[in-house]
């Protein structure tokens, strides 16, 4: 199983920046990417941004410019630092680790960080 922990949520005035952590940890064999989820009230869940070992980057439109991913693989952790947030940044964000196994992929959930951003 893994376990996978975000951190660094909170309230923050539009226009002000939020740095988001993801830790993962316990049966870790070949992590493939490492990703923000976001979900607001009433909608879907969204991907924010995406991160692989190699570090290649994959960004939602509505946050290009703005969000930029990072990881450190040796600590199995990935961080999104966001700047400039807006009111329609409000959603609990959430970290997926995938990885593969035995030619199977698994997907692995964190429980959500809430993100509030006041105009």
């Known amino acids: 199983q893994v376990h996978v922990v975000e951190s660094g949520g909170g309230l923050v005035q539009a226009g002000g920046s939020l740095r988001l952590s993801c830790a993962a940890s316990?049966?870790?064999?070949?992590?493939?990417?490492m990703g923000w989820y976001r979900q607001a009230p009433g909608k879907q869940r969204e991907l924010v941004a995406d991160?692989?070992?190699?570090?290649?980057?994959t960004y939602a439109d509505s946050v290009k410019g703005r969000f930029t991913s990072s990881a450190d693989n040796v600590k199995n952790t990935v961080y999104l630092q966001m700047n400039s947030l807006k009111p329609e940044d409000t959603a609990v964000y959430y970290c997926?680790?995938?990885?593969?196994?035995?030619?199977?992929?698994?997907?692995?959930w964190g429980q959500g960080t809430q993100v509030t951003v006041s105009s």
């Open positions: 997926k680790v995938s990885q593969v196994v035995a030619g199977g992929r698994y997907d692995y």
């Open positions: 316990g049966s870790i064999f070949s992590i493939n990417a």
């Open positions: 991160i692989t070992p190699g570090g290649r980057t």
